[in-house]
């Protein structure tokens, strides 16, 4: 496999995951009062993940920039 399918399904499984835990915070903070504990542990995830984000959109555009350029003409 090339890195790019390796970082798109890391990308895949990680966005999963996020979603997974959100979800189920979600579920059990409207059961019990929010915890000091729970609450910055979800915002270092999902800044993990918006941090992940960038680096794959970046990798992406640098990836298929000399394509996009080829293909307009420049």
């Known amino acids: 496999m090339d890195p790019f399918?390796?970082?798109?399904?890391?990308l895949l499984a990680?966005?999963?995951?996020?979603?997974i835990?959100?979800?189920s915070f979600i579920y059990y903070w409207h059961?019990?009062?929010?915890?000091?504990v729970v609450v910055p542990t979800v915002f270092a995830f999902e800044f993990?993940?918006?941090?992940?984000f960038i680096v794959c959109?970046?990798?992406?555009?640098?990836?298929?920039?000399?394509?996009a350029i080829g293909a307009a003409g420049f």
Do not use: D, R
């Open 31 to 36: 059961l019990v009062k929010i915890s000091f």
């Open 5 to 10: 399918s390796v970082g798109f399904m890391t």
């Open 21 to 23: 835990v959100l979800f």
């Open 48 to 52: 993990f993940a918006m941090g992940f």
């Open 14 to 19: 990680c966005t999963a995951i996020f979603y």
């Open 57 to 67: 959109i970046i990798s992406l555009v640098i990836n298929y920039l000399p394509q």
